[in-house]
Nanobody, 116 residues
């Protein structure tokens, strides 16, 4: 079973940037498309960015043009570069496979707070 450790979150002012990392304990290549998810207080977890094994990406409309997902299959790491952050981006961010049949247990996530 692959485990995920998310890191890189923190407190940032509106308009700022953060880079999140998700380090997997095993191969992410075998998991196929990987995604970054977020869950804000009182809301359901949502998929905000995804990347295929080959590097094709897709984003939720709310983050398109501001977030960039990337992956290093050799190092078992998925990244999320977040720019022009807004208060509504405040959430706990997680990574996992996109397809349900490949999803592993959820990690602890990393808290992102956007506030002045």
């Amino acid at each position: 079973q692959v485990q995920f450790v998310e890191s890189g979150g923190g407190l940032v002012q509106p308009g700022g940037s953060l880079t999140l990392s998700c380090t997997a304990s095993g191969s992410i290549f075998t998991l196929g498309a990987m995604g970054w998810y977020r869950q804000a207080p009182g809301k359901q977890r949502e998929l905000v960015a995804q990347i295929t094994r080959g590097g094709s990406t897709n984003y939720a409309d709310s983050v398109k043009g501001r977030f960039t997902i990337s992956r290093d299959n050799a190092k078992h790491i998925v990244y999320l570069q977040m720019n022009i952050l807004k208060p509504e981006d405040t959430a706990v961010y997680y990574c996992n496979a996109v397809l349900a049949r490949y999803q592993e247990s959820w990690g602890q996530g990393t808290q992102v707070t956007v506030s002045s």
